[in-house]
């Protein structure tokens, strides 16, 4: 199972983008990258998932590199409810999801 | 997506009692459910796999007599913390996986405390 390396928290301005950065340079070819948030005291919330393409929905956007062996959360407008803690993952058909520490993200007025 | 909810969201127990936490899939048939634990500022840590009408996989380190977990229906999984202590006390998360194994949803977690 590949694992995935994130910084342990970021601070983001209100209304600006939120990067998020998730390192994974052992990832296989058949394992996705899967991206869950956690607000606090609640179940982590599912974010948005890719394989080697760039994926974008109404909450986010996520740009895998070339090689794979790092992708790119990115909230485009940051808000307060944005701050939570953010898990990069690898993840693989009959694997089980496995959160390492995540990424604490603040989002500042 | 999909909707997964949990009962109660909070639970306060006496020390040597048991406690049974449900985790529903709301909209969807759950083939797979999925127990993890989370102790305060710590990440979620998976206890135990379930599939509907077999026994419960759990994780090395997890005391499979001490949480009992049946998934009777594709719609329903229950954990029961037996003879719970304090070191017990936790947020509980119950997770399932649809047809789709590729989309896992995630309920809203129950905090057991025990006194």
């Known amino acids: 199972d590949a694992k995935t390396t994130q910084p342990p928290s970021m601070d983001c301005a209100e209304g600006r983008a939120a990067n998020l950065p998730c390192n994974h340079s052992t990832i296989s070819g058949n394992e996705y990258v899967y991206w869950y948030r956690q607000i606090h005291s609640q179940g982590p919330q599912y974010i948005i998932h890719?394989?080697?393409n760039n994926e974008t929905n109404e909450m986010a956007s996520l740009i895998i590199t070339e090689d794979r062996k790092s992708s790119t959360l990115i909230l485009p407008h940051a808000t307060l409810r944005d701050t939570a803690v953010y898990y990069c993952i690898a993840f693989r058909y009959g694997q089980n999801f496995v959160f390492g520490p995540g990424t604490r993200l603040s989002v500042l007025p | 997506g999909a909707v997964v909810s949990q009962h109660p969201s909070r639970v306060i127990c006496k020390s040597g009692t048991s406690v049974k936490i449900e985790c529903r899939s709301l909209d969807f048939q759950a083939t797979t459910m999925f127990w993890y634990r989370q102790f305060p500022k710590q990440s979620l840590m998976l206890m135990a796999t379930s599939n509907e009408g077999s026994k419960a996989t759990y994780e090395q380190g997890v005391e499979k007599d001490k949480f009992l977990i049946n998934h009777a229906s594709l719609t329903l999984s229950t954990l029961t913390v037996t003879s719970a202590h304090p070191e017990d006390s936790s947020f509980y998360i119950c997770?399932?996986?649809?047809?789709?194994?590729?989309?896992?949803?995630f309920g809203p977690g129950t905090r057991l405390t025990v006194t």
């Open positions: 890719g394989l080697k």
């Open positions: 997770s399932a996986r649809g047809l789709t194994a590729y989309e896992q949803y």
